[in-house]
């Protein structure tokens, strides 16, 4: 009954947040809607007013695909049945993995919890949530590999990044994990440091294996090209919310930190260098104090570490859960989750509600009863949105990589109202802008002969060019 709570808890609290509001699943919606029509993956631009037909890889199609489907088969709710579903299956992932590593029952418990807890921010409908899910695999593989010198589980890692390469963009850290691996197997030949069991050979053709079936995806070997040009913008760092680093405002922040500290000090418990998992904590501090969006690698590092490090009570230990109790574990935590969402009226209706809250709905709804014609000026957040809901061309959205630093840094300059706004070449050419209401750029645009406000509510306002 406990390890059902546990699995379902962080599901749960999905449920209960709601976050379909989010600003860029809705590209991703309109994407995957293209590729169901069109049986095929884009390969140019399609949402841009300025960059349309430039090239442009859809490399997350297949979950595009998937919420589409889910969007389709339930609405809204399709939505929060993603990232419910998602989370509850990292959640089990987790606990495997820390079990495997601690015995102790209750401690592999909290360890669950704390990940869970700690990587609270990242439960959206995000195609990131895939990566999350298959790290854990993969470093739960690796380390089973590691401490036994079981290497068959090793067989599962192809397939494993024959399917992140179509899903998400991050699979690039999977293969990096990857490769420390082989490092320390070639290393453990001379260097006491390298704790592996796994003969160099079996990691050599892991990790080739591995990067052949990333190339089982439509763009093939330029799926690395993307991946090294989100790897090298460095603005979007500082201009995209989700991009910037970790605020250290709320508890979650804290406990990655608490997590990272806690890994960092059983290492050093040791008094000896251990290589692989000294180097898994540095890449996972590099990686998710640079941008609050990727703490899902020191939330499973530092669990991970901790289970392999800390000894737990013997007596409890020695318990043992029945063969078949994570399995109905998964079923009851399942069932809970559906019976939560209908505990807490979660449904078509009250999800559109929260929508209309925090989106542009009424606007968009407003623009296509009165037939106003583009091209759209609109900003960064709400790009996404315009693209599902309006069907027009926009001047920017959530692909940060896409658009680059400097159209970004653009945009934002505009909708901030900066001395130079008014040179933007995009508003001027623009038939429609639509952003919040509060915001800088609309209350300039109040007073400009050029434009006149057409539409304005709680949320959005909508301003029409005169002709």
């Known amino acids: 009954m406990l390890l059902a709570v546990v699995f379902a808890a962080p599901a749960l609290m999905c449920v209960y947040v709601t976050r379909v509001s989010d600003t860029d699943i809705w590209w991703h919606l309109r994407t995957g809607e293209w590729i169901l029509a069109h049986h095929a993956v884009p390969r140019v631009d399609l949402y841009s007013a300025e960059l349309a037909g430039h090239p442009w890889l859809a490399y997350s199609w297949l979950y595009e695909v998937v919420v589409v489907k889910l969007f389709q088969w339930l609405g809204l709710a399709g939505i929060v049945a993603y990232t419910s579903g998602m989370v509850l299956a990292i959640t089990v992932a987790l606990f495997h993995m820390v079990r495997r590593l601690q015995g102790d029952f209750t401690l592999a418990v909290l360890l669950t919890f704390a990940a869970c807890y700690s990587m609270g921010r990242l439960y959206s409908p995000r195609p990131w949530l895939f990566t999350v899910l298959l790290f854990i695999l993969e470093v739960d593989i690796l380390m089973h590999a590691r401490r036994t010198g079981r290497v068959r589980g090793l067989l ?69 090209q993307a991946a090294y040009d989100l790897a090298t913008q460095g603005g979007a760092l500082n201009k995209v919310l989700e991009l910037q680093a970790i605020p250290f405002r709320d508890l979650p922040d804290f406990s990655i930190l608490f997590l990272a500290l806690g890994s960092a000090a059983a290492l050093a418990w040791q008094r000896r260098f251990v290589l692989f998992e000294t180097a898994l904590l540095a890449f996972a501090a590099v990686l998710s104090f640079r941008s609050r969006r990727d703490v899902w ?33 998964v079923l009851v935590a399942g069932l809970a989750v559906l019976a939560g969402a209908r505990v807490m009226g979660v449904n078509n209706a009250q999800l559109k509600t929260q929508l209309v809250k925090g989106l542009p709905v009424r606007a968009v709804e407003a623009v296509l009863a009165k037939g106003y014609a583009g091209p759209v000026f609109n900003n960064y957040d709400w790009g996404g949105y315009l693209i599902w809901a309006l069907r027009m061309p ?74």
Do not use: C
């Open 156 to 224: 599962w890692l192809p397939a494993i990044f024959a399917l992140w390469a179509n899903v998400h963009i991050q699979f690039v850290d999977g293969l990096f994990v990857l490769g420390l691996a082989w490092v320390e197997a070639e290393a453990a030949r001379w260097w006491s440091a390298a704790e592996t069991r796994v003969p160099a050979a079996w990691m050599r053709g892991a990790l080739a294996a591995s990067l052949l079936a990333t190339l089982a995806n439509p763009f093939g070997w330029r799926i690395y």
């Open 297 to 329: 690698a020191m939330a499973t590092v530092g669990v991970l570490i901790l289970a392999s490090r800390i000894t737990g009570s013997e007596k409890k230990s020695a318990v043992r859960l029945p063969r078949l109790a994570p399995a109905v574990a």
């Open 394 to 467: 926009v001047s920017v959205d959530g692909r940060a990589a896409f658009y680059g630093d400097q159209r970004i840094d653009r945009s934002v300059g505009t909708w901030s109202a900066q001395p130079d706004w008014a040179s933007d070449a995009q508003l001027m050419k623009a038939g429609m802008v639509i952003g919040p209401v509060t915001a800088p750029l609309n209350q300039v645009l109040r007073m400009d002969p050029r434009f006149q406000l057409a539409y304005e509510d709680k949320v959005a306002a909508v301003f029409v060019a005169r002709r």
